[in-house]
């Protein structure tokens, strides 16, 4: 350690952060030091000395504003929780998996919502977000309803069915499931409660996939979201309503705010913010955060924010979340974290984690049906393209020397030589209904395709 540590009250601070397995508040610290010390410190005084053993990697901040504590790195217990989780995030877990009598009482934090700047501020890493683009993408031309598509469709639709129900405790089965939705099959053991989860959810992601097209980043969108999950299974007159009565978190000691018209404010600011949000994961991700947060509804909210956490996604023609593989346990604690610090980085390591299991599943699946994921992954720049090579009148032998160069220029090298190919390939097989945005007129495609085969 530096010299900082050669400071008595330095080393006092360590000292009690260590007596204290759990996260500790400035105000708990002021008071076990000034017992130790036999002298009160500063509040400014005692920031400035965490925030120097934060700078030297010895103590981690987590949560937020009044709901930030501090705790030694050194103090992680061997931890059962899956592997991605990084050091910071397995504090967090660790904090609100403590008893719930010894954890403090919170209150829905405004400013947390209205520092979040869009396309500023983030949740989601830099990597994270970069990690997700590079694989996202659907094989769904728009408007097509093939097979390939609609087998992809319901394997999507089942899976988020099943994980979104399973992680509100849903018993029913993978399986199960896709007998359900698929067959109507309902097996004699199951709660009607579960049968009626599961269909809400078909028919909630039927919705959203149908409809995508008329669907916004608004408020309307998600009571509409919350109306198809909860119609059945809460009063009919609350189904898609802004809640009047006050509702509580289980195993959390989060409070969430009271009054429809001030319920009401919170959420259209959400989704005004949302709407701002140029990157689509990220504009996801804060959907799935704060509709929950806010818990606008007198129940069914999580299962609405993981709904309305696709909207972003299925919009921009990307794979959508389905939760695949996710923990319950390690979901309700990633969302405590939320409630009570503030803090996302639990969920948005299982976000990303989840995203890419969904990815698996997808990529697995495509390639069962025999789904180019050459052609899907660089079809914009593979039309880009194209079209170029068409408007500059690039014919014969020039065309593969062209190809090569923008692949080596903007394609990553393990896909280069499949790239080109499979470029050379969709003009070699181009015709006149397939010119269709790329910006080029039939004119300029029948001149090129004269000389092209000349």
Known sequence: MRDIMLHKPIRE????????????????????LRIILKEPISERTLRRWLKALMDEGHVLALGQYRARRYQLKSIITQSQHSPFFSEHSLLMLQAVE??????????????WLKQYIPNESFYLTQEERDILAQHSALPFEEGAANTYTRKIFNRLLIDLSYNSSRLEGNTYSLLETQKLILEGKVPPDKLDVEKLMILNHKQAIQFLVDGICRIDVDVNSVRTMHYLLADGLILADDAGQIRKESVRISLSTYVPIEGQKRLLQFLELIVNIAAKISDPFEQSFFLLVHIAYLQPFIDVNKRTSRLCCNIPLIKNNLI???????????????MIAIYE???????AELYTFAYLRSYLEYHTLSVEVGIDMIHVRYRPLQRKLISKLIQEKITGAAIKEAIQEFALKNIPVEDQEAFIDN???QIDTLEEYKIVGMGISVQEFLEWKKDHRV
Do not use: G
Not at 22 to 32: D, F, G, L, N, Y
Not at 320 to 327: A, E, G, I, M, Q
Not at 341 to 347: A, G, K, S, V
């Open 13 to 32: 601070l360590m000292v009690v952060l260590k007596m204290h397995m759990t996260p500790m508040s400035i105000a708990e610290i002021k008071v076990a």
């Open 98 to 111: 403590r008893p719930i009598f010894e954890r403090e009482p919170c209150a829905y934090h405004e400013i």
């Open 320 to 334: 959508p979340l389905s939760f695949n593989d996710v923990s319950k346990d390690e979901y309700i604690s990633a």
């Open 341 to 347: 610090y503030n803090d996302t980085r639990p969920l």
């Open 423 to 425: 470029t050379q390939h």
